[in-house]
């Protein structure tokens, strides 16, 4: 807010918090969150005051709030609600972090079985009154006119830009991974257990990267940035956090079940890397792309292997001419 950015995205839990957060820190009150902490069913209340941290001659900008969602019936829950502007409805399809399949199922390779039921229900959406974008193999311009002519605004691209000269992938990998793509000779898999969040996580298969068994085996598990860790009651009374991604001794001396452990990768560590800031030269990255690379395949083609963020919306762009 004090960047003034225009909108803010949320894809993680349910963010029904974040517009009156908005509202405590545009009204210089004390704003509350309720964090989920294992084993205190009420949660843990934190508090900011904002008078503490920014000076009253800064005006905060309220951002637009758009929720990430999956399914259409969280949409339904949100649809009243004061401080949601739209949604952005990401399928399974998409890079990153995924929800979890409805089924409950796995393959044999671990990868969680999808059906039409993980998909939303986009005549739903309409009829909540609210703007909608779609994600997850959206990135082309047939795609996007098709979720234009569902009743979306629009779409949400990664993989497509992930990949344009401005990213800021770690660049030698950004050309290794483009030139996988334009021979075809690249898999993206959804890894029900890497990701220590618990939720399935798109992964691209790459040698030398924590898609492979033995790299994950033989690097260090250490959690030092601690965006996904999970806070818990200690005996104490007080609140710690814990991450199934750090040493497993750590985490089960800290109260964690040892199931939860097994196969997870540091995914901050990891993504940190692939943007070129590795905390040592010898941290392992994962690459995390969406499952249709087809437009990245086309764009390195046209422009002679690189292709910039303003010729991915010119592309894009030509499903309205």
């Given amino acids: ?35 989920d902490v294992y084993d205190l069913p009420n949660g843990y209340d934190l508090e900011l005051n904002l008078k503490d941290y920014v000076p009253k001659e800064i005006t905060l900008k309220k951002p637009r709030f ?131 969040s618990g939720f399935p996580f798109k992964k691209a298969l790459i040698e030398g990267t924590l898609s492979q068994k033995d790299i994950i085996e033989k690097t260090k598990r250490i959690c030092t940035l601690g965006y996904l860790v999970h806070a818990y009651l200690k005996e104490n009374g007080s609140i710690g956090f814990r991450c199934p991604a750090e040493k497993p001794e750590t985490f089960i001396k800290k109260g964690g079940d040892p199931e939860d452990t097994k196969s997870k990768i540091c995914l901050c560590r990891a993504l940190i890397a692939a943007c070129g800031n590795a905390t040592d030269s010898e941290e392992p990255m994962v690459v995390t792309l969406g499952k249709d690379l087809q437009t990245v395949k086309k764009l390195i083609q046209e422009h002679d292997g690189n292709y910039s963020a303003e010729e991915v919306i010119v592309f894009l762009s030509s499903s309205n001419k």
């Fill in 1 to 35: 807010m004090m960047a003034e950015v225009d909108y803010a995205l949320v894809g993680a839990g349910m963010p029904e918090q974040f517009p009156k957060l908005f509202n405590d820190f545009i009204n210089r009150q004390t704003a509350t969150y309720k964090l």
């Fill in 66 to 196: 758009i929720p990430i969602i999956s399914y259409d019936v969280l949409a339904k829950r949100f649809k009243d609600s004061e401080g949601i502007d739209g949604f952005i409805v990401e399928g399974p399809d998409a890079g990153g972090h995924n929800s979890k399949s409805r089924n409950k199922k796995v393959d044999e390779k671990r990868e969680p079985v999808y059906t039409d039921k993980d998909y939303a229900d986009l005549k739903k959406m309409l009829e909540y009154g609210k703007p909608f974008w779609l994600a997850g193999k959206y990135g082309t311009p047939e795609k996007l006119k098709e979720a234009k002519e569902n009743g979306a605004i629009g779409v949400q691209v990664g993989s497509d830009f992930a990949l344009c000269n401005e990213s800021g992938f770690e660049k030698a990998m950004a050309k290794h991974v483009r030139d996988f793509i334009v021979a075809e000779e690249i898999e993206v898999m959804t890894d029900a257990d890497l990701s220590p």
